[in-house]
């Protein structure tokens, strides 16, 4: 069976459109919502200032992650990942729900396609 | 029976039985299926107490640890191969739980992530070298309780009980999409993996041997396997179902393990957040210490070395060895720079596949009456332990073509 991990490896490294992209699109929505949840209650006196600023760093370095890793950076949901991404670190919740919301409506056209 | 003694077993058990995997598997079924994978908690922990009370039984009667039953029962061909995947599997488990630690002391400290993962290696493996057999089981497994904090979290967000009950019965949610369907069966796989890590009975067993169990321990190796392991599971489902709460609704299936925390943090504040990460961090910590001990042991005993905590490092000076390389290696594999999300889906991945070759060769021996006289399996140990055999077999069957066609659970 361990063959298969390769072969998949390789196959869904060949393919390439929103349908590839779609985990890293589900992922950045996901980042999104996270980073405007820690915002929220950081806002709310609830998080010590060091968990804050490095769940920013880790959310930062993982939609660099899954915006370098789109198979059409230039694209709708490209697009959108970028706006997110150039959101100031203490972007408010809203304006980073805004994001993760326009990806999820992304992520629920795409699949239904 | 010491009451104390059995205590101080279910608290380690309790504080024990989470580990990176769970709490990366639970937050996301959580946000991504609501409660309807709570079941397979539940039937992983009854597997888990199944199979951890057989071991420790083994180990008690029979006085055999797993790896050298294996060698017997496989042949050294068969055996040669378990020994392998195992080790390779559980040092990916320990990499993971590495990274986790060095990813929870960044939440609280906020210093480089390779600096703390060092330093993680550095006190682990100092603990290692110190501290006796049981004194290295109870610091980790008693600092983890205060993971119990999820628990009470879960309590103060007044959840709908109704639902989370309605979650322990086996189902599959109705009107999912072949794709829904697909990543629900992942998860399935991956819960089962992370609650019935083949390390946990190499563990468990070799420690009954390091701490001399008897015939007079079999009450004891009952009750913790049953009630120690059934209540951490309680943790592990309390961070599902406030994650099914808290983050589904609202988009969040959480990618980074220091989320979970937020479910102590949003009904607590700081204090909740604190108690969270600590909990996190020692549970984590105990389970990188298990994790490294498991392949030390399982090398030790699968080519018949002098092994144990029970001696000193130099009196086992291979056995020691061996447990200082597994961690070293584990932290060169942190320090490439490998995500610690897709450790814990290697280390599920492959914790399953060798799973069933396992749990074999332990239950045909706790079978055997000839070793085990009267406390050789009766027809419910050996009924629920074939059970359990056929379900990680097709787990293990299921596994790889389900990461591959999920892409690891992200649909």
């Given at each position: 069976?361990?063959?298969?991990?390769?072969?998949?490896?390789?196959?869904?490294?060949?393919?390439?459109?929103?349908?590839?992209?779609?985990?890293?699109?589900?992922?950045?929505?996901?980042?999104?919502?996270?980073?405007?949840?820690?915002?929220?209650?950081?806002?709310?006196?609830?998080?010590?200032?060091?968990?804050?600023?490095?769940?920013?760093?880790?959310?930062?370095?993982?939609?660099?992650?899954?915006?370098?890793?789109?198979?059409?950076?230039?694209?709708?949901?490209?697009?959108?990942?970028?706006?997110?991404?150039?959101?100031?670190?203490?972007?408010?919740?809203?304006?980073?729900?805004?994001?993760?919301?326009?990806l999820k409506q992304i992520e629920d056209s795409l699949e239904s396609a | 029976m010491n009451p104390l003694e059995l205590t101080l077993g279910i608290m380690t058990a309790v504080g024990g039985f989470v580990?990176?995997?769970?709490?990366?598997?639970?937050?996301?079924?959580?946000?991504?299926?609501?409660?309807?994978?709570?079941?397979?908690?539940?039937?992983?922990?009854?597997?888990?107490?199944?199979?951890?009370?057989?071991?420790?039984?083994?180990?008690?009667?029979?006085?055999?640890?797993?790896?050298?039953?294996?060698?017997?029962?496989?042949?050294?061909?068969?055996?040669?191969?378990?020994?392998?995947?195992?080790?390779?599997?559980?040092?990916?488990?320990?990499?993971?739980?590495?990274?986790?630690?060095?990813?929870?002391?960044?939440?609280?400290?906020?210093?480089?992530?390779?600096?703390?993962?060092?330093?993680?290696?550095?006190?682990?493996?100092?603990?290692?070298?110190?501290?006796?057999?049981?004194?290295?089981?109870?610091?980790?497994?008693?600092?983890?309780?205060?993971?119990?904090?999820?628990?009470?979290?879960?309590?103060?967000?007044?959840?709908?009980?109704?639902?989370?009950?309605?979650?322990?019965?086996?189902?599959?949610?109705?009107?999912?999409?072949?794709?829904?369907?697909?990543?629900?069966?992942?998860?399935?796989?991956?819960?089962?993996?992370?609650?019935?890590?083949?390390?946990?009975?190499?563990?468990?067993?070799?420690?009954?041997?390091?701490?001399?169990?008897?015939?007079?321990?079999?009450?004891?190796?009952?009750?913790?396997?049953?009630?120690?392991?059934?209540?951490?599971?309680?943790?592990?489902?309390?961070?599902?179902?406030?994650?099914?709460?808290?983050?589904?609704?609202?988009n969040v299936s959480p990618e980074i393990p220091g989320s979970s925390a937020l479910e102590a943090a949003i009904p607590f504040g700081r204090g909740g957040l604190l108690l969270a990460l600590l909990g996190?961090?020692?549970?984590?910590?105990?389970?990188?210490?298990?994790?490294?001990?498991?392949?030390?042991?399982?090398?030790?005993?699968?080519?018949?070395?002098?092994?144990?905590?029970?001696?000193?490092?130099?009196?086992?000076?291979?056995?020691?060895?061996?447990?200082?390389?597994?961690?070293?290696?584990?932290?060169?594999?942190?320090?490439?720079?490998?995500?610690?999300?897709?450790?814990?889906?290697?280390?599920?991945?492959?914790?399953?596949?060798?799973?069933?070759?396992?749990?074999?060769?332990?239950?045909?021996?706790?079978?055997?009456?000839?070793?085990?006289?009267?406390?050789?399996?009766?027809?419910?140990?050996?009924?629920?332990?074939?059970?359990?055999?056929?379900?990680?077999?097709?787990?293990?069957?299921?596994?790889?073509?389900?990461?591959?066609?999920?892409?690891?659970?992200?649909?």
């Amino acid at each position: 069976m361990r063959w298969m991990l390769p072969v998949g490896l390789a196959l869904a490294a060949c393919s390439k459109g929103p349908e590839a992209d779609l985990p890293s699109i589900s992922q950045a929505r996901s980042l999104g919502a996270e980073w405007a949840l820690v915002n929220e209650q950081a806002n709310a006196g609830k998080l010590t200032k060091t968990y804050v600023a490095a769940m920013r760093k880790s959310i930062r370095e993982q939609l660099q992650t899954r915006a370098s890793s789109l198979t059409q950076p230039r694209s709708p949901y490209g697009d959108e990942i970028a706006a997110l991404m150039a959101e100031p670190d203490s972007a408010a919740p809203n304006a980073l729900r805004n994001h993760a919301g326009k990806l999820k409506q992304i992520e629920d056209s795409l699949e239904s396609a | 029976m010491n009451p104390l003694e059995l205590t101080l077993g279910i608290m380690t058990a309790v504080g024990g039985f989470v580990d990176i995997s769970e709490l990366v598997f639970a937050a996301k079924a959580g946000s991504m299926f609501g409660y309807a994978l709570i079941w397979v908690f539940v039937l992983g922990t009854i597997g888990m107490s199944v199979f951890g009370e057989m071991s420790g039984r083994v180990a008690a009667i029979a006085r055999q640890p797993v790896f050298s039953l294996m060698r017997h029962r496989l042949g050294l061909k068969l055996g040669l191969i378990t020994l392998a995947g195992s080790l390779i599997s559980t040092l990916i488990t320990c990499a993971a739980e590495v990274g986790g630690m060095a990813l929870i002391l960044n939440y609280l400290t906020g210093l480089p992530y390779a600096l703390l993962a060092i330093a993680s290696v550095v006190a682990l493996m100092a603990s290692m070298w110190i501290l006796p057999f049981q004194w290295i089981e109870r610091t980790y497994g008693l600092l983890g309780l205060m993971m119990i904090v999820f628990a009470l979290a879960l309590v103060a967000i007044h959840p709908p009980w109704a639902m989370v009950a309605s979650g322990m019965i086996p189902q599959v949610p109705r009107g999912l999409s072949p794709k829904e369907l697909l990543t629900f069966s992942y998860f399935v796989v991956a819960i089962l993996s992370a609650v019935l890590f083949p390390y946990e009975s190499y563990f468990y067993s070799s420690g009954g041997i390091e701490e001399g169990w008897g015939p007079k321990d079999l009450l004891t190796n009952r009750v913790t396997c049953t009630v120690g392991f059934g209540l951490g599971s309680l943790l592990a489902i309390s961070i599902l179902a406030a994650s099914a709460q808290l983050f589904g609704p609202i988009n969040v299936s959480p990618e980074i393990p220091g989320s979970s925390a937020l479910e102590a943090a949003i009904p607590f504040g700081r204090g909740g957040l604190l108690l969270a990460l600590l909990g996190m961090l020692f549970a984590v910590a105990g389970a990188a210490v298990e994790t490294c001990m498991s392949n030390a042991y399982a090398v030790a005993q699968f080519f018949g070395w002098e092994w144990g905590r029970h001696v000193k490092p130099w009196d086992a000076p291979r056995f020691t060895l061996a447990w200082i390389a597994v961690m070293l290696l584990a932290l060169l594999i942190v320090l490439t720079g490998v995500d610690v999300m897709s450790l814990v889906e290697y280390a599920a991945l492959f914790s399953i596949i060798v799973l069933p070759l396992t749990y074999l060769p332990l239950m045909l021996l706790a079978n055997d009456r000839s070793y085990m006289r009267e406390h050789a399996n009766k027809w419910l140990a050996k009924g629920l332990g074939w059970l359990f055999f056929v379900i990680v077999t097709v787990a293990a069957i299921a596994a790889i073509p389900l990461y591959l066609l999920t892409s690891g659970g992200q649909g």
